[in-house]
């Protein structure tokens, strides 16, 4: 079935750093990516919807300049958590969407700013 | 936009026992409407889903139920087992690639 790669896994960095998430569709073509954040046992909050191509759409709440999304590919698209602080600790998931294979979740990044 | 509600929020239930997910939403638009499985640290996984033109639906020890006149679906896990334990969630929408708006999950607990 449909596979979507992210990484990393897990990473910690140090406040006012920045962080790139990535991830990749590997055996088809994801014409929408979206971007979810999840809290400890809370579910998961939608950040924003990306196409190929074109501009992110976010969701409201969710600061544009400070979650960067690029959707360059149908294989690939990113978040970077730029300047980073503990409160944006959280797990970060990906899930990507085309016609065919319907909703394919990346495994999710576990990001601990210190 | 869509308000999606799930109750309960937890359920713990003995082994073997049936569980019972309720997922109520606003849009009646909507017609796809799945349940997800999320363990620990994972990602959330398809577990069984029906559309609008279907009342029910059955795999092995899962059902979903839809009611679209009162805008609920529900998720029926029948003989329990200890590896049940997860949080579930409900995510209606319109149309396949639509963004999905998740219900605020339901811990489910399954004692031996």
């Known amino acids: 079935g449909a596979v979507v790669s992210q990484h990393p896994s897990r990473v910690i960095c140090k406040s006012g750093t920045s962080v790139k998430i990535e991830c990749r569709s590997l055996d088809f073509q994801a014409t929408t990516m979206f971007w979810y954040r999840q809290f400890p046992k809370k579910s998961l909050m939608l950040m924003a919807t990306?196409?190929?191509?074109?501009?992110?759409?976010?969701e409201q709440g969710v600061e544009k300049d400070k979650f960067l999304i690029n959707h360059a590919s149908l294989t690939l698209s990113t978040l970077t958590v730029t300047s980073a602080h503990p409160e944006d600790s959280s797990f970060y998931i990906c899930?990507?969407?085309?016609?065919?294979?319907?909703?394919?979740f990346g495994s999710g990044t576990r990001l601990t700013v210190v | 936009g869509e308000n999606v509600e799930q109750h309960p929020s937890t359920l713990s239930v003995q082994e073997g026992d049936s569980a019972v997910i309720k997922c109520t939403y606003s849009d009646s638009a909507s017609n796809y409407f799945p349940w997800y499985k999320q363990e620990l640290g994972k990602r959330p996984q398809l577990i069984i889903d029906i559309r609008s033109n279907v009342g029910e639906k059955k795999d092995q020890r899962i059902a979903v139920t839809l009611n679209k006149t009162a805008k609920h679906f529900s998720l029926h896990i029948t003989e329990t087992q200890p590896e049940d334990s997860a949080v579930y969630f409900c995510?209606?929408?319109?149309?396949?690639?639509?963004?999905?708006?998740f219900g605020g999950g339901t811990r489910v607990l399954v004692k031996p």
């Open positions: 899930s990507a969407s085309n016609y065919r294979d319907g909703y394919t």
């Open positions: 995510a209606p929408i319109k149309a396949a690639g639509n963004k999905l708006t």
């Open positions: 990306s196409n190929e191509g074109s501009k992110a759409t976010y």
